[in-house]
């Protein structure tokens, strides 16, 4: 079925989920719904006065910078995240007042606004969407109709345009997404178009109905938020591909269930296994999914060592600790506290045993390219240096060979893999290309 611009906004409209408020077409040249903000901050906020709102809101006006777009995001992202930092009077004590509530997602203003024009610096912009959470923008909605010619790829290059033109308007949000009839992509601000990507759950539903009940799906929406972006310094922001969110959500519940202890992740190349793990070991220290505990990612290849390293430090990971030898790595696992490992798995040749049996913390085990693990015939060091631990093994190329068997290793009875994503998956997202060949007759024949 094919839509003109109207028609896909008045679909859209009908597709978002029920907690979202229909407001009429605005135009503004503040980033923010004021009054709803204003309200929203005495609401959630139970003690702050009426005058305390005012002045919060004139400070986060002044955070909406017009250059360093994505180093003004970032710094907004943690506003939203940890809360503004506010001090009524110079005698009194600095204090973070919430601009969302996060562990209630009920006592939030959920606004969809189309049409808004909004007018600052340039002559003006319209977005046929905004999404607002308690009157500040996280989503940019562009439409586009194959009817009249226009594709999702046009409406990509209209997001970066409204970037470029008013940039303090996009300081809050957390990601644009481009829509026509047939497709659904979405990038945060600065990404390039191949870093727009879509959400397809379900390969049998219909690829725009899918994502907008689902991606806009407030709890989804505050979950990506809350646990699920990282920059990698000032140069990208990074926010996660469907197979990321939801193989690490899995996990997560895995782990806050206690049982089984392990799990497989198939995962072809290119889908991102990396940040999926990272993913995993920051919202499970976060939501506390285990009371007390540390997490090992381990890798097959120093060269991979470094590299994941090399993301921790872009990312401004905190509390990670890369095991430069197996004497390191020894006392890196003895140790009483919470936080991330990086190792190959070479370093385990020459560790002792029951390293953490005399600790009061679990140890969650994620291992990358799983099935080489296998092949280097340590897994019998790891298990015994590591007692007990949560295991989760990472792999887009599963071997059952003999003695080798991915599945028998990480996967529990009954349970082939915990999340999949096929290569057939990634053809069809469009990040693997196939590659045919055409046998021809040489010309020594």
């Known amino acids: 079925m094919t839509f003109t611009e109207e028609n896909l906004q008045e679909r859209l409209q009908q597709l978002l989920p029920s907690a979202w408020e229909i407001e009429d077409t605005q135009v503004s040249s503040t980033t923010f719904l004021e009054n709803t903000l204003l309200h929203r901050l005495t609401t959630i906020n139970d003690k702050l006065h009426e005058s305390d709102a005012k002045t919060i809101l004139e400070s ?22 940890e809360g503004k930092k506010y001090q009524r009077d110079a005698d009194d004590q600095a204090e ?19 049409e808004a024009q909004y007018q600052e610096q340039t002559s003006g912009v319209r ?3 905004v999404l607002y959470v308690n009157g500040i923008p996280l989503v940019v909605v562009e439409c586009k109709s194959t009817a009249q010619g226009t594709t999702v790829d046009n409406a990509i290059q209209d997001l970066q345009y409204y970037e470029d033109a008013e940039p303090r308007f996009f300081t809050p949000v957390l990601f644009n997404a481009a829509v026509d009839g047939d497709h659904f992509r979405y990038g945060a601000p600065g990404a390039s178009e191949k870093y727009y990507f879509p959400w397809k759950t379900d390969e049998g539903r219909d690829e725009v109905e899918q994502a907008v009940e689902e991606l806009f799906n407030p709890e989804t929406l505050l979950d990506i938020l809350q646990y699920f972006v990282f920059y990698e310094g000032n140069d990208a922001k990074i ?10 959500n899995r996990v997560v519940q895995r782990l806050q269930e206690g049982q089984p202890r392990k799990g497989l992740i ?20 976060q939501v506390k999914a285990l009371d007390k505990a540390k997490y090992v990612i381990i890798v097959d290849r120093d060269q991979l060592n470094e590299q994941l390293q090399g993301n921790l430090e872009s990312i401004d990971y905190t509390l990670f600790d890369v095991a430069k030898t197996s004497n390191h790595l020894e006392k890196l696992l003895g140790q009483d506290k919470s936080h991330l490992i990086v190792t190959t798995i070479q370093k385990f040749e020459d560790v002792g045993d029951d390293l953490t049996a005399e600790n009061d913390y679990e140890t969650v085990v994620l291992v990358d390219e799983a099935h080489r693990f296998m092949e280097k015939k340590l897994g019998n060091k790891l298990h015994s240096a590591i007692t007990n631990p949560y295991y989760f093994g990472f792999t887009g190329t ?10 028998d290793e990480f996967s529990p009875d009954g349970e082939t893999y915990l999340h999949r994503y096929s290569i057939k998956d990634g053809q069809r997202d469009g990040f693997i290309v196939p590659v045919r060949f055409e046998v021809k007759q040489g010309i020594w024949d």
């Open 398 to 407: 599963p071997v059952q060979e003999g003695n080798r068997d991915t599945f």
């Open 239 to 248: 926010i996660p591909r469907y197979m990321q969110y939801e193989a690490a």
């Open 266 to 285: 198939w995962h072809t190349q290119g889908s991102g296994k990396t940040y999926t793990m990272l993913y995993i070991a920051y919202k499970a220290e």
């Open 60 to 81: 986060l006006k002044r955070d909406l910078q017009p250059t360093n777009s994505l180093e003004a995001n970032k710094e907004f992202t943690k506003i939203l995240r």
């Open 127 to 129: 977005f046929d969407y």
């Open 96 to 114: 973070y007042i919430d601009l969302i509530d996060f562990d209630n997602p009920e006592n939030n203003e959920f606004t969809a606004v189309p």
